[in-house]
């Protein structure tokens, strides 16, 4: 991976962090921190597991923006749903 490429998923994966926070609301607000971290790490999972498998949401920005909320959201919903337990 360039490092070109890993700065624009670090970044795609923070905006994600904050949509999937948005999106992911639970009794505790979450720290915007948190949201971010986990948003970065949600974004290069997804986006390297449907790499992998050859899956394809699009092209563009769009597309790679909304891959990144998409592994956010369901890291975030699951870190959720691990406190609660």
């Known amino acids: 991976m360039s490092d070109d490429l ?3 998923w670090l970044v795609v994966g923070a905006v994600a962090g904050l949509i999937a ?3 992911v609301k639970g009794r505790w607000g979450g720290l915007v ?3 971010i971290v986990i948003g970065i790490i ?3 999972a997804v986006g390297g597991l ?3 498998l050859g899956v394809s949401i699009g092209s563009g920005p769009i ?3 909304a891959t990144a909320a998409l592994g956010a959201v369901a ?3 699951l870190s ?3 406190r609660a337990a």
């Open 42 to 44: 949600g974004a290069f």
């Open 63 to 65: 597309s790679v923006i």
């Open 6 to 8: 890993l700065l624009i």
């Open 50 to 52: 449907l790499t992998q």
């Open 33 to 35: 921190g948190d949201n």
């Open 75 to 77: 890291l975030l919903a």
């Open 21 to 23: 926070g948005t999106i």
């Open 80 to 82: 959720r749903m691990a």
